[in-house]
């Protein structure tokens, strides 16, 4: 048996006939996963279900979702509204537990799908679109939760918000708007140690009486778990190499 991070439940791993699972299976990638989140976080002295894993999908089929779910797991992230428009609202009707996440750019002409299908949106990163999710939210009555993507490395091409500006965007999304802000996120510099970025993103959240931080990818989770990540965005090393179309 094995506990499901970000489900309270224990649910039965699938197997290959036989009663073995395949190395290069999703269930077994997700069990190895979930087995580090587990003894990175245990490790530090952080308790059961302290760490989400949110299992990024995109550019898998529904049928790789399909395994996944089968094995437990059941909060996933998707980058693009459309790909998830097309994958998810099945998979929801016949999980009605699924949480999903929007963990990529979000343009403002794609708020009113974003609002309809996702349960949290993890790339709140400028005031146009805070101001199009108020008033998406007050139109149709939804309101998925909202984390703030903030821009840690202060890179000019990345979306974000600057950390010296993160507080005034809060108070503003919060009071004005009234937007169901919880968290914060962030995505590193490739070419830094993401480990500085991580403690910044912890220490504002902190400071700015935020619960949940989403930080840490395939190749850093354990990372972000160690510097207090709630959430980590984990895709490749679940589902395998994104398979792209050939050119």
């Not at 998925?144 to 840690?152: A, G, K, Q, Y």
């Amino acid at each position: 048996m094995t506990t499901t991070q970000g489900t309270g439940k224990d649910t039965q791993t699938s197997a290959e006939p036989g009663g073995s699972k395949s190395a290069d299976s999703v269930t077994a990638r997700l069990d190895s996963v979930r087995h580090s989140i587990v003894e990175t976080a245990s490790a530090c002295g952080r308790g059961d279900g302290a760490v989400t894993l949110v299992a990024v999908s995109k550019t898998h089929p529904a049928e790789a979702v399909e395994e996944a779910l089968a094995a437990g797991q059941r909060v996933f992230g998707e980058n693009r509204v459309q790909e998830a428009k097309a994958k998810f609202p099945a998979l929801k009707e016949r999980f009605p537990e699924l949480e999903l996440h929007l963990i990529g750019p979000l343009q403002t002409n794609k708020v009113k799908d974003a609002v309809a299908l996702f349960d949290v949106i993890q790339t709140l990163d400028r005031p146009k679109l805070a101001e199009a999710l108020a008033e998406e939210m007050a139109k149709s009555g939804r309101r998925p939760r909202c984390l703030i993507e903030v821009n840690t490395g202060e890179e000019p091409q990345k979306a974000g918000i600057a950390p010296a500006e993160v507080g005034d965007f809060l108070a503003d999304c919060r009071d004005r708007l009234q937007l169901p802000v919880t968290g914060l996120m962030c995505i590193p510099p490739v070419d830094e140690e993401p480990a500085m970025h991580f403690a910044l993103l912890a220490e504002m959240a902190g400071r700015l009486g935020l619960a949940e931080i989403s930080m840490g990818m395939s190749g850093d989770f354990e990372t972000a778990v160690r510097f207090g990540a709630t959430h980590v965005r984990v895709g490749t090393a679940i589902f395998g190499a994104r398979p792209y179309p050939a050119t």
